[in-house]
């Protein structure tokens, strides 16, 4: 290496070290990929006051929703690579997206993870009208009435749809799959009483399971969800070895120097252990994590790979 080369190799780290060091020197924004008033912008909105707290500068949730997510995380890896501009990543945006849609970017590679925030339970709810009260009794129903449950989803090709194909296939039934843009629109026909059942964040169904306007049949993590101690897992219902889980994070552009990356990470490790935040997380619906980058990193290539087996095996094309 020359001395030139040698020389600017220098400088540009001294750089780097001079940002991390006064980062930040202004509001930061978390792009949020989805519509506003889900359970997910609360939690964004949470960790938004818990960087803005650590770190002293405003934090703005700006939602940025469209194709499943990817609207927001193609502007995110374009913008900045300079810490100020981060995005509400996801298991669907990182791991499923590029196997559904044709992506001008592989978001596991255009964007640096800085944690895994929380991992995501899913459910199955029914209308308080539909006659199977238990996952047992939905099963047998379901058999004894071969596609005529209407079943809803938040949308096809994400993960609640493609955990609905898995939890059907593991229960062997078959329903007539009902996709919608977004939980909202569903759970308001499920309350209705158009749709018999529906598949969905744990999250998201919290306080109409706890209000006794739907039934939860079961959650799919391994052990019950804290804000749901009455619902069974469904290893505990009777469906052996369905065991999955989804999960939210939060990323910067690739090339975000690595400082700025740990400080982030410090302050919503730090923001995150407080009993407080946690409670309410843990009320919402949501596992707390508060990974490290690297476990997050090694995770969304783990999921990339999953899903992609995942998706092949149930014939889901890209659009």
Same mark, same amino acid.
């Given at each position: 290496?020359?001395?030139?080369?040698?020389?600017?190799?220098?400088?540009?780290?001294?750089? #780097?070290?001079?940002?991390?060091?006064?980062?930040?020197?202004?509001?930061?924004?978390?792009?949020?990929?989805?519509?506003?008033?889900?359970?997910?912008?609360?939690?964004?909105?949470?960790?938004?006051?818990?960087?803005?707290?650590?770190?002293?500068?405003?934090?703005?949730?700006?939602?940025?929703? &469209?194709?499943?997510?990817?609207?927001?995380?193609?502007?995110?890896?374009?913008?900045?690579?300079?810490?100020?501009?981060?995005?509400?990543?996801?298991?669907?945006?990182?791991?499923?997206?590029?196997?559904?849609?044709?992506?001008?970017?592989?978001?596991?590679?255009?964007?640096?993870?800085?944690?895994?925030?929380?991992?995501?339970?899913?459910?199955?709810?029914?209308?308080?009208?539909?006659?199977?009260?238990?996952?047992?009794?939905?099963?047998?129903?379901?058999?004894?009435?071969?596609?005529?449950?209407?079943?809803?989803?938040?949308?096809?090709?994400?993960?609640?749809?493609?955990?609905?194909?898995?939890?059907?296939?593991?229960?062997?039934?078959?329903?007539?799959?009902?996709?919608?843009?977004?939980?909202?629109?569903?759970?308001?026909?499920?309350?209705?009483? #158009?749709?018999?059942?529906?598949?969905?964040?744990?999250?998201?169904?919290?306080?109409?399971?706890?209000?006794?306007?739907?039934?939860?049949?079961?959650?799919?993590?391994?052990?019950?969800?804290?804000?749901?101690?009455?619902?069974?897992? *469904?290893?505990?219902?009777?469906?052996?070895?369905?065991?999955?889980?989804?999960?939210? &994070?939060?990323?910067?552009?690739?090339?975000?120097?690595? *400082?700025?990356?740990?400080?982030?990470?410090?302050?919503?490790?730090?923001?995150?252990?407080?009993?407080?935040?946690?409670?309410?997380?843990?009320?919402?619906?949501?596992?707390?994590?508060?990974?490290?980058?690297?476990?997050?990193?090694?995770?969304? #290539?783990?999921?990339? *790979?999953?899903?992609?087996?995942?998706?092949?095996?149930?014939?889901?094309?890209?659009?």
């Amino acid at each position: 290496m020359t001395v030139a080369a040698m020389s600017a190799l220098s400088l540009a780290h001294g750089a #780097h070290a001079n940002d991390a060091a006064s980062y930040p020197a202004k509001p930061i924004t978390i792009v949020y990929p989805y519509a506003s008033g889900s359970a997910s912008d609360t939690l964004t909105r949470q960790i938004a006051e818990v960087i803005a707290k650590a770190l002293g500068q405003p934090v703005v949730v700006d939602p940025k929703p &469209g194709a499943g997510g990817s609207t927001a995380v193609e502007f995110v890896t374009r913008a900045p690579a300079d810490g100020y501009t981060l995005v509400l990543s996801a298991s669907g945006t990182m791991a499923i997206n590029p196997h559904i849609y044709n992506l001008r970017y592989r978001p596991v590679d255009d964007l640096a993870s800085i944690t895994i925030l929380t991992e995501i339970p899913f459910t199955v709810v029914t209308n308080t009208s539909f006659p199977a009260r238990n996952l047992k009794e939905f099963i047998a129903y379901a058999k004894a009435n071969p596609g005529k449950v209407s079943f809803a989803n938040t949308g096809t090709g994400t993960q609640v749809h493609l955990t609905q194909v898995m939890f059907m296939k593991a229960a062997g039934i078959t329903a007539n799959i009902v996709p919608y843009r977004g939980g909202m629109p569903a759970t308001t026909d499920l309350l209705g009483g #158009h749709v018999d059942a529906m598949m969905d964040n744990a999250a998201a169904q919290v306080a109409n399971v706890q209000a006794g306007k739907v039934r939860g049949l079961f959650v799919t993590t391994q052990v019950r969800s804290p804000s749901l101690p009455n619902v069974p897992t *469904a290893e505990e219902a009777g469906l052996l070895g369905f065991v999955t889980s989804g999960w939210f &994070g939060l990323a910067a552009p690739k090339g975000t120097p690595q *400082a700025i990356i740990d400080k982030l990470n410090a302050a919503i490790v730090k923001g995150m252990a407080q009993s407080e935040l946690r409670k309410k997380m843990l009320d919402a619906g949501w596992i707390p994590v508060a990974s490290s980058p690297a476990e997050a990193t090694t995770r969304a #290539h783990a999921d990339l *790979a999953r899903f992609g087996a995942m998706t092949q095996k149930i014939g889901l094309k890209k659009d």
